[in-house]
């Protein structure tokens, strides 16, 4: 019936948003088109500066944040097409399982969105991602692990250095009983400079958590500081 519906309805692709079919071999919905535009994240490195440890142990992500991919991630955040979480989630849990991140882990939080952007967007992006990749790994999820107390920087552009200095001390560890002594698997829609993860990992190893991975949905090329 599916398939029927597919036939005489396509939905549309998640990036270009133009009539694309189902495939049961990859969750994502895409044209062809979008489908061969995607590229898998490359292992990341990060500029070291100065005061700002990285503090995860690993780092994977399933795309490079460019192309098919943004466009995806962009509809997720900004255009509340919550339905993508599902697809995206279920990439991620494989990534992270294929690079060993959730072997390491004993519990999924995602990066805490700003308060008023989760009201404007109806949801907040991470949270729905910690969601499925803890269906798909069969981790235990505390989306109200954290919280972030200071707004996010309004330049979307910034260099790692000016990102760092945006987000240092916004984020706070609400539930510490939950992280003390245990491995996160730290949830992200994408990753750009790692300020952010960074910020969060050092947080949450600073409540006492043991280790800290990250897995997200796309990863940017770092910019120059």
């Not at 503090?55 to 900004?78: D, I, M, P, S, T």
């Not at 990534?95 to 952007?117: G, I, K, Y």
């Not at 949801?123 to 989306?143: D, I, N």
């Not at 000016?162 to 994408?190: S, T, Y």
Request: glycine share 6%; charged share 25%; net charge positive.
């Amino acid at each position: 019936m599916a398939l029927l519906l597919d036939a005489l309805l396509p939905p549309s692709c998640a990036a270009c948003r133009q009539p694309a079919f189902r495939s049961d071999a990859f969750p994502l919905r895409l044209c062809p088109p979008c489908r061969e535009g995607l590229e898998p994240a490359r292992s990341p490195a990060f500029p070291d500066l100065p005061g700002q440890p990285r503090e995860w142990q690993g780092l994977a992500a399933v795309f490079a944040y460019g192309g098919a991919a943004r466009e995806v991630v962009l509809r997720f955040k900004h255009g509340r097409a919550f339905a993508l979480a599902r697809p995206l989630g279920t990439l991620m849990a494989a990534v992270a399982l294929r690079e060993r991140l959730v072997q390491e882990a004993d519990l999924v939080v995602p990066v805490p969105a700003w308060p008023a952007r989760t009201v404007r967007r109806r949801y907040s992006a991470p949270a729905l991602l910690a969601v499925e990749v803890g269906r798909r790994t069969g981790l235990p999820v505390e989306v109200r692990a954290m919280a972030r107390v200071r707004p996010p920087s309004a330049d979307g552009h910034a260099g790692p250095r000016r990102r760092a200095e945006c987000v240092r001390n916004a984020f706070v560890v609400r539930r510490p009983d939950a992280v003390r002594g245990r491995a996160i698997l730290l949830v992200d829609d994408v990753v750009t400079t790692g300020s952010t993860a960074a910020e969060v990992a050092a947080t949450l190893k600073a409540a006492g958590a043991a280790r800290v991975d990250v897995i997200a949905a796309a990863l940017a090329e770092p910019v120059g500081v």
